[in-house]
């Protein structure tokens, strides 16, 4: 089977004979913080105050058609209504710190055993490809859409993070179920499964299942963002102001498949997430499964890191992570990879750099723009031209700056553009 590739992008280093590790999971924290939403436009209502004690699993924000759980027992010591997450919205963060009485520590048990749609409202399965959104909203949605094909995608940012390979080996039961049963709600017609085609351990499993289609694609970065899964599964591009549900097709990932699975068949709530932590002082990349609310430095520490020994810490990784400073940032739904770097690691920008039309950020760019064009006009306040010249087409894949040999920041100046004119819109 050929595996399907795109223009442009960056070949993914892939290590020879890896062998798998078990994912490690973390026990519970002593303190979480716990975000109410991640999405502005999302609402959920807060319902808990500081002081009052919650069991592990209690409901502490209720949407429209989702839920917050509480992730430890434990007392609401704080509660901020101005907590600033990486992407820099703001957000309502719920802080618990869990009891010494051992007693109080027990949760709840599991679900009712209620219907699949309830279920997946009680568990708090949400879904981050694309957008963090709840799972039922997005099915809903497909379904109203009348979608004709799921994507569900099994690629990692990097080849070597190996976290959907692993979840594949120790829990492939439960993500293929998950699979269905995403496919049932959401009504799609076909179930169509994106792996890499070197990911040799994840194609043994899903290898001869006739009930999916498997599409394999090259280790290229990013073939993982959901324009470029789109056009390696159906062959056509959409354009930025359209989504593919307006192609009858739509993308969710394995993760969610699990999940799914674990609320629905095994009446579980979903109080973790599996990260993977790369980079400077670890020999390879660690996979884990995280309680949401963990501050980013107790995960850390429980790898046995020194704080003081990583001089930046990237979510999503080195091309087009965001960097964060504070080790008070929580696990949240969406993050993935967290991505260490030493000092010696750093790599410098040179914002003061001059462009000089070597074309290379052309050549690389996977959506065939035009980055030092787009980039500049951001840089120079002129929103139209940028607009004009497709800014929101960029991907913010990295792959521009990565290769701009003067360090120009491409990436970032398209990112400050396009947060400046949703600004003006709004
Ligand atoms: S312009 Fe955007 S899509 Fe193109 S290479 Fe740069 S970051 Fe990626
Ligand atoms: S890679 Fe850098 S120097 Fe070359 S055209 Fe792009 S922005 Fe200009």
Same mark, same amino acid.
């Given at each position: 089977m050929k595996a399907a590739s795109f223009r442009g992008g960056l070949r993914l280093p892939v290590p020879e004979n890896v062998e798998l590790k078990p994912i490690k999971a973390f026990p519970a924290p002593d303190r979480v913080l716990v975000p109410l939403t991640l999405d502005p436009e999302q609402s959920v209502d807060l319902l808990v105050k500081k002081g009052k004690n919650v069991k592990e699993g209690e409901i502490i924000?209720?949407?429209?058609?989702?839920?917050?759980?509480?992730?430890?027992?434990?007392?609401?010591?704080?509660?901020?209504?101005?907590?600033?997450?990486?992407?820099?919205? *703001? !957000? #309502?963060?719920?802080?618990? +710190?869990?009891?010494? /009485?051992?007693?109080?520590?027990?949760?709840?048990?599991?679900l009712l055993p209620k219907g699949s749609l309830e279920k997946i409202i009680q568990a708090g399965v949400y879904d981050y490809t694309g957008r963090p959104a709840p799972l039922l909203d997005k099915l809903a949605f497909h379904r109203s859409r009348k979608i004709k094909t799921l994507i569900v995608s099994c690629?990692?940012?990097?080849?070597?993070?190996? *976290? !959907? #390979?692993?979840?594949?080996? +120790?829990?492939?039961? /439960?993500?293929?179920?998950?699979?269905?049963?995403?496919?049932?709600?959401?009504?799609?017609?076909?179930?169509v499964i994106v792996v890499y085609a070197e990911a040799v351990q994840a194609l043994e499993i899903l290898n001869g299942l006739d009930r999916f289609k498997i599409v394999t694609v090259q280790a290229r970065h990013p073939q993982h963002k959901e324009q470029l899964l789109v056009t390696a599964v159906t062959g056509n591009e959409y354009p930025a102001e359209l989504a593919p549900e307006d192609f009858g097709v739509t993308t969710l990932n394995a993760e969610t498949a699990y999940n799914a699975a674990r609320a629905i068949n095994h009446n579980r709530l979903i109080l973790d997430k599996l990260l993977t932590v790369a980079g400077s002082g670890l020999e390879e990349p660690v996979n884990c499964f995280a309680r949401i609310g963990t501050p980013l430095g107790e995960v850390l520490e429980g790898l046995g890191l020194d704080r003081n020994s990583i001089a930046k810490l990237i979510l999503g990784g080195p091309l087009s992570g965001v960097a964060v400073s504070d080790l008070e940032t929580p696990v949240t739904q969406e993050m993935d990879l967290i991505f260490l770097q030493g000092r010696d690691d750093l790599y410098h920008f040179s914002p003061e750099a001059v462009c000089f039309k070597c074309g290379y950020c052309v050549e690389i760019c996977p959506?065939?723009?035009?980055?030092?064009?787009?980039?500049?006009?951001?840089?120079?306040?002129?929103?139209?031209l940028a607009e004009k010249n497709d800014i929101f087409s960029c991907i913010e894949c990295g792959c521009c700056a990565h290769v701009c040999p003067v360090h120009i920041p491409l990436v970032q100046w398209i990112q400050l553009g396009k947060s400046a004119i949703r600004a003006q819109r709004s």
């Open positions: 924000g209720q949407g429209v058609s989702s839920v917050v759980l509480a992730t430890i027992s434990g007392k609401i010591e704080e509660v901020n209504k101005d907590f600033r997450l990486p992407n820099g919205e *703001r !957000t #309502t963060v719920v802080s618990i +710190q869990a009891p010494e /009485d051992e007693a109080l520590v027990k949760g709840k048990d599991g690629l990692d940012e990097f080849f070597v993070q190996g *976290r !959907t #390979t692993a979840l594949l080996h +120790q829990h492939g039961q /439960d993500v293929l179920d998950g699979i269905d049963i995403l496919k049932g709600i959401s009504g799609a017609q076909e179930a959506m065939r723009l035009m980055p030092f064009f787009i980039s500049g006009f951001s840089e120079g306040q002129d929103y139209e």
